[in-house]
């Protein structure tokens, strides 16, 4: 990957998966100290607000599996935290993920914050991503995707945006792009 695309990824690519998982919730407050403004405008029935409000819950979801998997963890079948590889290098033609901008950033999977992505990252799969019953998935709630989208920031300041001399949080809370 070149410096050009290295760069499409920092202050595109990754910053609109976080404002996804982010869309009218709470955690800008909670990860930035401000209060969000989401309140249903007077023009919208409930009944749409309530189909707007299930799409971001879905988007939500959708992208913070996007983001845990990029970090390298998911699930593996005996329920512990596993590196999320890509395919080989000649099958993954298009697939894109953190060792890809910076070799070693990777995720543990030997670690308790890797075992919070894991699970929620199963809770994604099998609550949203694949139609499921009675599948028993961790649950998928507000202050768990919280804690989710810390972790993957930290890890993403830490392991690519630092080195690069570039602040995740001027990407992800800009006003305009």
Same mark, same amino acid.
């Given at each position: ?12 690519? !990754? ?16 990860l930035l100290n401000e209060q969000p403004s989401f309140?249903?405008?007077? /023009?919208?029935?409930? !009944? ?28 593996? *079948?005996?329920?512990?935290? *596993? /590196?999320?590889?890509?395919k080989p290098e000649g099958e993954r033609k298009y697939?894109?993920? !953190?060792?890809?901008?910076? @070799?070693?950033? *990777? ?30 998935? @961790? ?12 972790? !993957? ?12 001399? *570039? ?11």
């Amino acid at each position: 990957m070149d410096q050009e695309d290295r760069d499409a990824w920092l202050s595109t690519h !990754i910053p609109h998966r976080i404002r996804a998982a982010i869309a009218q919730s709470d955690v800008r407050g909670t990860l930035l100290n401000e209060q969000p403004s989401f309140s249903k405008p007077e /023009t919208v029935d409930d !009944i749409t607000w309530r189909c707007h409000g299930d799409s971001i819950w879905e988007g939500r979801l959708a992208s913070v599996r996007w983001l845990i998997e990029f970090v390298g963890i998911r699930q593996g *079948k005996d329920g512990k935290p *596993k /590196t999320s590889e890509p395919k080989p290098e000649g099958e993954r033609k298009y697939d894109v993920w !953190i060792e890809d901008l910076t @070799p070693g950033t *990777k995720m543990n999977p030997d670690t308790d914050e890797a075992r919070v992505l894991a699970d929620f990252w199963m809770g994604c799969t099998r609550g949203s991503s694949h139609a499921t019953d009675a599948s028993n998935h @961790p649950p998928l709630d507000d202050r768990r995707r919280v804690q989710v989208i810390g972790i !993957i920031l930290n890890h993403l300041q830490k392991n690519i945006y630092e080195p690069a001399g *570039k602040n995740i949080k001027d990407y992800v809370w800009c006003r305009s792009g």
